[in-house]
């Protein structure tokens, strides 16, 4: 069974630095593509973060350019987003997503989605 657990959210004032991480289980954490997307209150989810393990392609969507960075432990299975210089605007339900069995580039699954997804963890940035 696949699983997804996030942790490390919280509230944090603007300006600074939270690393969420994603314990993962049930499956081959390097054959995946993995990834972060958030979803703030009456917006759409958007893909934050996405790693494609088969070409090796990491994209950010162009409001966390800079400060944020995701990373993996393969090792470990866990996926980490470091989040620096916080803005209330990035405010939201960080999600935990991986997907299995396709290969496509980081941009492909933060435009489309993945196939599994974790419960979520929330994140707000107070000013």
């Known amino acids: 069974e696949v699983q997804l657990v996030e942790s490390g959210g919280g509230l944090v004032q603007a300006g600074g630095s939270l690393r969420l991480s994603c314990a993962t289980s049930?499956?081959?954490?390097?054959?995946?593509?993995i990834g972060w997307f958030r979803q703030a209150p009456g917006k759409e989810r958007e893909g934050v973060a996405c790693?494609?393990?088969?070409?090796?392609?990491?994209h950010y969507t162009w409001s966390v350019k800079g400060r944020f960075t995701i990373s993996s432990d393969n090792a470990n299975n866990t996926v980490y987003l470091q989040m620096n210089a916080l803005k209330p605007e990035d405010t939201a339900v960080y999600y935990c997503?991986?997907?299995?069995?396709?290969?496509?580039?980081?941009?492909?699954?933060?435009?489309?989605?993945?196939?599994?997804w974790g419960k979520g963890i929330l994140v707000t940035v107070s000013s």
């Open positions: 790693l494609s393990h088969s070409d090796g392609s990491i």
């Open positions: 997503a991986a997907d299995l069995g396709t290969y496509y580039s980081g941009s492909f699954y933060c435009r489309w989605g993945m196939n599994y």
């Open positions: 049930g499956f081959t954490f390097g054959d995946s593509a």
